[in-house]
């Protein structure tokens, strides 16, 4: 069983930065892939991006290549999701999520672990 609390959510411009963070318990952190996910209101959740065991690789959905950064820090039990230059279609609720896979997933199904998500709110 992981345990993920998310964190670091808010109302930010349009243009400025924010910088979510996941905190995992319970089993070895290392042992999983992470990603985020969102949900707008009225929509479906969607990938965001993923980042592998080791922290190498990373994957980003195009809406947001560029803009954020995923990365981890295993030492520390915890990922994160460097925004950039948000825009107010970036706003949702995010999510993180743990993968026991080898590499990297896309899909929601592939992700045995959620945090109960954070609210991200972007102004124009």
């Known amino acids: 069983q992981v345990q993920l609390v998310e964190s670091g959510g808010g109302l930010v411009q349009a243009g400025g930065s924010l910088r979510l963070s996941c905190a995992a318990s319970g089993r070895t952190f290392s042992g999983y892939a992470m990603g985020w996910f969102r949900q707008a209101p009225g929509k479906e959740r969607e990938f965001v991006a993923a980042?592998?065991?080791?922290?190498?690789?990373?994957y980003y959905t195009d809406s947001v290549k560029g803009r954020f950064t995923i990365s981890r820090d295993n030492a520390k039990n915890t990922v994160y999701l460097q925004m950039n230059s948000p825009k107010p279609e970036d706003t949702a609720v995010y999510y993180c999520?743990?993968?026991?896979?080898?590499?990297?997933?896309?899909?929601?199904?592939?992700?045995?672990?959620w945090g109960q998500g954070t609210q991200v709110t972007v102004s124009s």
């Open positions: 999520a743990a993968s026991s896979l080898v590499g990297l997933s896309t899909a929601l199904r592939q992700y045995d672990y």
């Open positions: 980042v592998t065991r080791s922290g190498a690789t990373t």
